[in-house]
């Protein structure tokens, strides 16, 4: 599930900022409550046979094993947490202060797509016993999702760290960029191409 964590710090924002929206509608009789409620690894013990990594044509990536309706938390994404502002890689994401989550399978494989039925939501939560909430990330059904899906999300990658996108959806962009930068991507390519002199080999 690459997000570039050491060049995608508006995402991160949008991100935080949709899921404080999200936050404020949820209970504890809401999934992601139940979850909280039954300790931090209650998650884990949730998805491991709700969802699937299998090969795709971009290598891994997860699929649904069940039916998810619209908002369902389809799992906790877990892994190593790493106090590090300087550390990249290419599946890891901003959690806060500095630090990035390094997540571990099955969702670590989560791929990109342009029209994503997947996304990641932050919450502080506390486990049992806990006085001081920790940061948690979920993974969020967009739309409901039918056994044998890839789960997927849109990376919103900036403009710095695009690569060419072959997601294959009707809207693809061509580029796994965050929306708002892909015309300021486009422009820049533009710039950097050869300009055609008219001369003939």
């Known amino acids: 599930m690459p997000t570039r964590c050491d060049l995608d710090e508006d995402a991160t924002i949008r991100l935080r900022t949709r899921a404080g929206r999200r ?38 990536g997860v699929f649904a094993r069940r039916r998810y309706p619209a908002e369902a938390v389809i799992g906790e994404i877990e892994g190593r947490i790493i106090d590090d502002p300087h550390y990249g890689s290419d599946y890891c994401m901003n959690i806060d202060d500095g630090r990035v989550l390094e997540p571990a399978a099955p969702f670590r494989y989560v791929n990109h797509s342009c029209e994503p039925n997947c996304e990641f939501d932050f919450f502080d939560l506390r486990d049992t016993g806990q006085t001081e909430p920790e940061r948690r990330v979920f993974l969020i059904a967009l739309r409901e999702i039918k056994p044998g899906e890839e789960l997927t999300i849109d990376y919103n990658w900036s403009a710095a760290a695009a690569i060419p996108c072959r997601c294959h959806a009707p809207s693809c962009r061509g580029w796994i960029v965050n ?3 892909l015309d300021a991507l486009r422009a820049r390519l533009a710039n950097t191409l050869p300009k055609d002199t008219g001369q003939t080999a």
């Open 23 to 60: 936050h404020s509608r949820l209970n504890q009789h809401t999934e992601v409550g139940k979850v909280a409620a039954g300790g931090k690894h209650a998650a884990r013990r949730g998805h491991d046979k709700s969802v699937r990594v299998g090969p795709t044509r971009l290598g891994k």
């Open 179 to 181: 929306p708002d930068e």
